[in-house]
Nanobody, 117 residues
């Protein structure tokens, strides 16, 4: 069994900041693995926000968050973070942590982010 748990969501004013955290644990998790943050707004499809490779050297951002969001990880603790600055109302969504272990993909339950205009 693999568990993925997010935390750090909340309600902020436009221009504010939040830091999301994700921790992955499980009996069949060995070594490091790619991790990422996705988000889903009501009525929209889930979309990728940022990915980070297992070694932390390859990072990809969705265009709308470049320069505002920073993904990082602690590979020894199987944790990933998403620092979100200059938040905008359009960033309002449920944010999910996604991990890839071999050929399997696991998702957390999500943490809600709401940005007031």
């Amino acid at each position: 069994q693999v568990d993925v748990v997010e935390s750090g969501g909340g309600y902020v004013q436009s221009g504010g900041s939040l830091r999301l955290s994700c921790i992955a644990s499980g009996d069949n998790i060995f070594g490091t693995f790619p991790m990422g943050w996705w988000r889903q707004a009501p009525g929209d499809q889930r979309q990728r926000v940022a990915d980070i490779s297992n070694d932390g050297y390859k990072i990809v951002y969705e265009d709308s968050v470049k320069g505002r969001f920073t993904i990082s990880r602690d590979k020894y603790l199987n944790m990933a973070y998403l620092q979100m600055n200059d938040l905008k109302p359009e960033d309002t969504a449920t944010y999910y942590c996604r991990i890839e272990v071999g050929e399997s993909v696991y998702w957390g339950q999500g943490t809600q982010v709401a940005v007031a205009s």
